[in-house]
């Protein structure tokens, strides 16, 4: 096939050059998608792309003398989805901005013209109003934190007494200063410190309590050789995407331990101390008025039959899985952050990570499995994300191309009325799908701009603020969104057909068309949070949070067993609800929460065991299930530490 191509190539560069685009189209029809990715990455492909941009550079080059060919409608359209996200956001904004003085004028020029006045309505918003952000003042040199608070041990103050060179002790010696170091305080041939704890059973032979007087550090469970501290101390670093195995196969090494010992102890620490801790934050966010969730892939070696673990237990082979993650907008009043191992990414698999969530507003993207869940629960709303629909309008247009067309090489907006006259001419000629997409894009970024004029007050009671917002919302967002709604909704006429009750692309090939379907196809669930205050526009918490997921997928491409998996999915969501919350001394949140759990089941053990017989001087051998209910886990909920550690002068 790629031969043929290249044959084909070379009998078309004879002819005529407006007869070359249409000619391509039709052998680029002969690909399919899979043929295409296949394709992309061989060198021949690659000489294929370098033949074509010599023969088609001319003909497509914007403003060329000889008139374009009638079959390439969407010229500033990508003729593929970029790879990357573009970070042109000025050239869009310049080039919207041009469209929108053109669709004014063209609309008063046309007042009958149903796009023009569209358009125009759009370009009408009032701009927002949003506060200045104020720079903090810089403070200037001054002592920092790091060293003020630690002890530096001190100098022997010693002076030279004689010259190094000659031997003189005829010298001069100015004043010292000092210079504060870091240092490491461990090597990688020194990674272990010993430490012990003391355990005694008592029991008060006058009301009959028990408990275990434990003095020292705590291990992960009773007679545990790794304490509590390194156990959470290698999670959280695996939880940020540090790999730490190196670290820990030399100190495995050094305490003649198996190498599976230190993960073990942290997989265990997780799900006895951690899983709880999730626990509540799950209750938390099933009581939450608004909820946010995504999904990301993740390779398990297990899942897909390699390896060294069994088979899954179903028998269910995957090429990948995933794991999915739900939070709360950010100006949520208690946020968590929990993450889910979903398995693959079916309607089932993400309705168990929904699970008992059947009433509120529920932000994702347009993944059908999430509209589906809603549609089954009449009490619970669905908004889908507008930065998802930002990106997929982005990704639609040739930005670059549209800011050469307008401004060319000029840095400044000087040429606007050349610009603006460029557009006007386009809308005329029914050749502007790109550029009202632009005006599209304007009026969303008039959106956000009301979002961010209403903030919270310190101090303000959280419902004055809601109803500050959704009064905000009323006033701006929603007769932008309805602006916004109707532009589309008629370029869809000419860029979509409705089968079977869903928008399809008229011409599969254009970007500029699955765009728009993209919108006609979620269209009513992209207005929800105009009437629901206490919910976001977009699923960016959610995004925010399942970064880590990205940044772990790149430090360790993949986990063993699916096993693992959830307890990782534990450490996830510790670490990325402690960042939502600010505590930056993560392993002394957790550390504190796993002891003070760790006694209480302790000694929840003993006297059941003391009330069976057991003798008292007896050790400990480990928790009996069931003890941990009973445990007042509220002082280490994020919210409550943080507000203690503040209360004690300490940062969190």
Known sequence: LLSDIVKRCLEISEEELPDIPEAMQDRMKAFSDNARDELESTPQYKLLQTMLKGLFGRSEKMGHDKKPAASVKDEFANQTKPKKR????SKTKRAAKAAEKAAKAAAKENPENPLFKLAADIADLPEPAVPEETRKPNPGRCVVKAFADRDIAALTNSKPECCPQCGSEDITVGEAYTE??????????????????????????NCGHSWEHIEGDLGVLPHRTVSQEAAVTIG?????????????????EQEQLGHETMYRNTNDWVLTYGRLMVTAFDKEWLQSSAAVADESPFIVQQSRGQGP????????????????VKTMPFHAEKRVVIFNYLGGRSTEAIASMLDGYTKGTLITDAYAP??????EHPGLFHQNCLAHLRRELMSALNIQGIDDLLFGEETDDEKIDHAVSVVKKRFEEKRGAAFYLCIVLEGLSKVYGYEKAIQPIAGEDRQAYLARLLKQRQTYSAPAMKAIDALISALSEEHTRLENGKYQAKNPGSLIDKAIVYYMNQRENFQTFLSHPEASPDSNAAELAIRAVAVIRKATNF??????????????????????????NRVRWLTEYGEALYRHRANASL?????????INSKLMGFRKGTEAGFDITPYLPWNYVKRMKALGLEP
């Open 86 to 89: 573009s970070t042109k956001g």
């Open 309 to 324: 673990c069994d088979l899954p237990e179903d028998g269910v082979l995957r090429e990948k899985d995933y794991i999915g």
């Open 180 to 205: 504060s170091l870091r240092d490491l305080c461990v090597n990688l041939k020194n990674l272990a410190s010993f430490k012990q704890s003391e355990h005694r059973a008592c029991r008060c032979n």
């Open 559 to 584: 986990k063993q067993s699916q096993e693992y998996m959830e307890g990782f999915c534990i450490w996830l969501s510790l670490v990325e609800t402690a960042k939502a919350w600010g505590i930056k």
């Open 236 to 252: 959280t670093m695996n939880a940020v995407g540090l790999a730490v195995h190196k670290a820990i196969e030399i100190f495995a």
């Open 370 to 375: 999430y509209t589906r869940i809603c549609a």
């Open 607 to 615: 006297a059941l065991e003391l009330s069976e017989g057991r003798n």
